[in-house]
């Protein structure tokens, strides 16, 4: 019996510590990603503790990539609103010159309207998508034909598609569409998509704009050829402040895929970017009622 009884307590020894080890382990490595320390964690088990181990480490390599375009963000914000600004500083230091000729003065001055005018811009968008993340915004659903919504920007936006060399296919239904939306926001969804196609798209490309009138869902998609390689993923141009060029050296806010993305959403709607080779393509999804 006393052999029984040890044997049975050796195994209870055993299968404890098989149990605490991993834990441990997960209580180490837990405590040193707090103290800022590399750690790494490798527990190879097919049941709940395995199952945690892996949750964990998933969640440190989220949080390391949140981290990552927080960073980014901030970079991205600092470099977009120093460059129209130290421009304004640098001409009204030009006006303040007594010896500049009256041609020079009004160069200065449509200058400084032009940088004022993108300051303003950045500013107004990263106010609205702030509070479009944050849900602090007010929407006004009403019955709207999506159809004619696309064709008032296509219209408003008619001198820069085409001065912008790029041959824009347009599959629209014949019928009106009907969706409760928010009018307002649905219309600036569509004005960001198109300027976006505009900006960074291939010269002497087509663009193709669809809208697909399906029976539990309207389905609008925005294709284009990039003018820049697409080498990164889909998802990032997607963040806030993140652009098709990396560069930055053309004009906008960066945050015209984030302000679409998040008045989709606001919309129970839903936002996917696929990117294939150098065609970017963006797919949204309106549910009907």
Known sequence: AALVVGTIYLLLIIWVSFLLRPLNQIRTYIERIRNGEDAKLNIDRNDEIGELAEAIVSMRQEL????????????????DLKT???AIITYVDLLKKEDI???????????????????????????????????????????????KLMKEVRVEL?????????????N???????????????????ENLLNNAIK???????????????????????????A????FDADHLKERFVR???????????????????FTELQNGKFDINVDGDLFKVTICFWKK
């Open 84 to 86: 129209p600004l130290t």
């Open 228 to 231: 820049q390689e697409l080498n």
């Open 172 to 190: 629209l239904p014949e019928e009106k569409v009907f969706l409760n939306l928010d009018g307002q926001r649905t219309y600036r969804i569509f």
């Open 101 to 147: 000729t009256e041609e020079e003065r009004q160069s200065y001055i449509e200058t400084l309207d032009l940088k004022s005018q993108r300051l303003k811009v950045l500013i107004e968008d990263l106010f609205e998508v702030s509070k479009a993340n944050s849900g602090n915004v007010k929407m006004n659903f009403l019955e709207v034909d999506i159809v």
């Open 244 to 262: 098709g060029d990396s560069s930055r050296n053309s004009e906008g806010s960066g945050l015209g895929l984030a302000i679409a993305k998040s």
């Open 158 to 170: 008619a001198d820069k598609i085409e001065q912008s060399n790029l041959d824009f296919r347009w």
């Open 64 to 79: 390391q990539k949140q981290e990552h375009v927080k960073e980014e963000m901030i970079h991205n914000i600092s470099h």
């Open 200 to 226: 960074y798209a291939m010269p002497f490309t087509r663009v193709y704009v669809d809208i697909l009138n399906k029976e539990s869902a309207v389905v609008i998609t925005f294709k284009n050829m990039s």
